[in-house]
């Protein structure tokens, strides 16, 4: 009884449901691992009962919870505080106010901010805590528009370095705006991803999500380019020169996206440009920034410099140098000085490049603009985890836990943040993240947003099956998120497919976060959670396969479609029905595929089952695998005639995909969002998974139906994309 009080207080589920009606009890053991991982030592029974007496001797008699949160419509609780308390208030700006005697409703009306809260109770006892005072809601979408969903490595134009870039971004934003009427360009995460080589492909287990990677740039627009001479610009024409064959490969001669050899190139480039003076003004803005971005991007750079030394597992350093906040890291910060220059100037471009895509997107009367992606965690041996080692849990992995379509569960590799290190620290790591991505964006995406209330932690060395939940304070996480959107004046969208718990996506649609619905999954299955579809699990399980770590996001990707199968397959009991287009919420971007999922002309050509049959991804025969997914498809074949959608008739695959855009375009969804493969009819998804050498995930460019890349200057050419995009600008969106 004890441990499991001890596990309740600190926010550790006892049981999990891994289907309706059955439940799960958590191990003796792994409650054990998490609350170590806690810093709460409940390994006999005398250690628990003095982790419980220091409880109540800390946190328990606590003044003040460690971080207060008010909003206008919940001013916090201070019921417990003892009579004759008295309240202070030393506001973000600077000033300060006494509040006297506690009062809620008071605090909710300050200013928005993060705020110091102090309290004195009678007989000297004093408390201090963050207080953040956020509004109710984050800002809506500026009315209905539609837009691009795009893997910027995908995205070559005849001027980029082997990957599409910041600046393929820039005019990929302007051209569509002007010439397309788009709202929108939603990106891949950007983050900084971990160095290689080989480096991990996948945008979602980066090194840091604070800050994004200088392999996008475009190297000709930063400004000191144009200022190279002599042997200098030899060597800059001889790397474009090296790099216009890089793109070659990719474009005419099949070769597969290599971002190692792309930022080889690149790398040098800089180098080169690193070497020309800034000018008065830019040197001047260069500093601007650095006092901006402070210790985090000091940290950030240190660990790059660090990493060219010591490789780019901090884990595997010399002992001194893994912490940030040791002599010997001082006395090598000072030695590195201009390589952490050097990495702090990428930094800088990075930020200048990624404004002046989104002053495109602006300038070509894009209402939103850039739509930013924030990956669920980051890699355990990367920067953040090296300059925030306190606020990750030390021997944890995210992931998921069993259910009725994967009895495995899923580790996705990625060290969760502590709750309570989070809250002590007043959500500073947190505010801080999304301030850096909200920084250049019209709307923030937040991959698996689930896990802002709760995220399934798996011990070192132990299969998912043995994990359990850990409770975040949802309320606070979602008043930061307000907080900083409303400064930035940014829409906020959920990936909230899969698995949620009751209550969640009320409380997300409260606070106006958007929801992600894709046209695959919405129907009515019943139970009042009718977009949590069964096949949805397989898109929340792309994160989990994306490093190689576990194939099990494979067998969800699998078992997934089964589900879905079973669900429409004839004989197989109850149908789920496919939800009309005015069931769908309005709060969503509305989507018919998502990264992780079959391009549209690769479902209605049976392509997607060839390709998992292929590789053994099927979750059955391959006959019946086949006769399901006929199934479905006639299923929506029909639902589209029916409705009147699709009057050219059945047969015409682009006649079909312009087809269920035209369904979302009579949702009542404020966002429409167009995979840019299937405007020209992209059969190859740019992520299978459960694979990693089987497939080449991230490392496909846009191609047509015959696989032939596609570069940016042909997709502004396409008739066909130009024909799919009139369906949604004739469709007042």
Request: proline residues 8%; hydrophobic residues 40%; negative net charge.
């Amino acid at each position: 009884m004890g441990r499991a009080r001890l596990a309740r207080l600190h926010g550790i589920a006892m049981s999990y449901a891994p289907s309706p009606g059955r439940s799960v009890q958590i191990a003796d053991d792994t409650v054990v691992a998490v609350l170590a991982a806690l810093g709460v030592d409940a390994s006999t029974p005398h250690a628990v009962r003095a982790s419980l007496a220091a409880y109540e001797d800390g946190a328990g008699r606590a003044l003040l919870p460690r971080t207060v949160v008010a909003r206008p419509d919940r001013p916090p609780d201070l019921m417990g505080l003892p009579e004759g308390t008295v309240l202070r208030v030393e506001t973000e700006g600077g000033g300060a106010a006494d509040l006297g005697a506690p009062d809620p409703a008071a605090l909710a009306r300050l200013p928005l901010g993060v705020h110091v809260l102090e309290a004195r109770a009678p007989g000297g006892r004093t408390a201090r805590a963050p207080l953040i005072v956020a509004p109710d809601r984050v800002p809506a979408p500026p009315g209905r528009s539609h837009g691009f969903l795009v893997q910027l490595y995908s995205l070559l134009s005849r001027r980029s370095w082997g990957m599409g870039d910041l600046g393929d971004l820039a005019d990929l934003a302007a051209w569509s705006g002007r010439a397309l009427g788009t709202g929108f360009v939603q990106l891949n995460p950007l983050h900084a991803a971990v160095p290689g080589p080989p480096t991990d492909p996948s945008p979602y287990r980066p090194s840091s999500r604070r800050f994004p990677d200088p392999v996008h740039l475009r190297i000709e627009h930063i400004p000191e380019y144009a200022h190279l001479a002599g042997a200098a610009r030899l060597r800059a024409d001889e790397l474009a020169a090296r790099a216009h064959a890089l793109r070659s490969e990719v474009l005419e001669r099949g070769a597969l996206i290599d971002r190692d050899a792309v930022w080889a190139l690149k790398r040098e480039a800089l180098e080169l440009l690193w070497a020309v003076p800034l000018s008065p003004g830019r040197r001047a803005a260069y500093c601007d920034f650095l006092a901006e971005q402070g210790q985090a991007l000091e940290d950030h750079a240190t660990w790059c410099a660090l990493a060219e030394r010591h490789g780019p597992d901090w884990r595997c350093w010399p002992a001194e140098l893994r912490d940030p906040r040791s002599p010997g890291t001082a006395r090598l910060r000072h030695r590195l000085l201009d390589r952490i220059d050097f990495h702090c100037r990428l930094a800088w471009h990075t930020d200048q490049q990624l404004a002046a895509a989104q002053r495109a997107a602006r300038d070509a009367g894009m209402p939103i603009g850039l739509v930013h992606d924030l990956a669920v965690g980051v890699h355990p041996s990367g920067a953040d985890t090296w300059a925030q080692r306190d606020a990750f849990a030390a021997g944890m992995s995210i992931g998921a836990p069993p259910d009725a379509f994967n009895a495995r569960g899923q580790d996705w590799g990625l060290p969760p943040w502590r709750p309570d290190a989070l809250a002590a620290a007043g959500y500073a790591p947190y505010r801080e993240l999304l301030r850096g991505l909200l920084r250049h964006a019209g709307a923030l995406r937040i991959d698996h947003v689930m896990g802002l209330f709760r995220l399934w932690w798996v011990p070192e060395g132990r299969p998912p099956t043995e994990g359990a939940y850990v409770r975040y304070d949802g309320e606070a996480m979602l008043s930061v998120l307000a907080l900083e959107a409303r400064r930035a004046g940014a829409a906020v969208i959920g990936e909230d497919l899969g698995t949620v718990e009751p209550g969640v996506r009320g409380e997300l649609a409260a606070r106006g976060v958007l929801g992600t619905s894709v046209l695959w999954f919405e129907r009515d299955y019943g139970g009042g959670e009718r977009d949590a579809a069964p096949r949805a699990e397989a898109a929340e399980a792309g994160e989990a396969g994306e490093a190689g770590e576990d194939d099990a996001a494979g067998e969800a990707d699998a078992a997934g479609e089964a589900g879905a199968a079973r669900e429409a397959a004839p004989g197989s009991g109850a149908v789920a029905r496919i939800l009309a287009p005015g069931e769908w919420r309005s709060a969503c971007l509305a989507t018919v595929t998502t990264h992780d999922l079959p391009t549209t002309a690769a479902r209605l050509t049976g392509a997607d089952v060839a390709l998992r049959e292929r590789l053994g991804l099927l979750a059955g025969p391959p006959e019946r695998e086949r006769s399901r997914a006929t199934y479905e498809l006639a299923e929506w074949m029909g639902e589209l005639v029916r409705r009147g959608l699709l009057p050219e008739g059945q047969g015409d695959e682009e006649a079909a995909i312009k087809a269920v855009h035209r369904f979302l375009l009579r949702t009542p969804a404020r966002m429409i969002g167009v995979w840019l493969p299937d405007a020209v009819g992209d059969r190859r998804p740019q992520n299978l998974p459960g694979t990693w050498d089987e497939y080449p995930n991230w490392r496909l460019p846009i191609a047509g139906p015959d696989g032939r890349p596609h570069t940016l200057e042909e997709l502004a050419a396409s008739p066909r994309l130009h024909a799919l995009m009139r369906e949604l600008s004739d469709g007042s969106c």
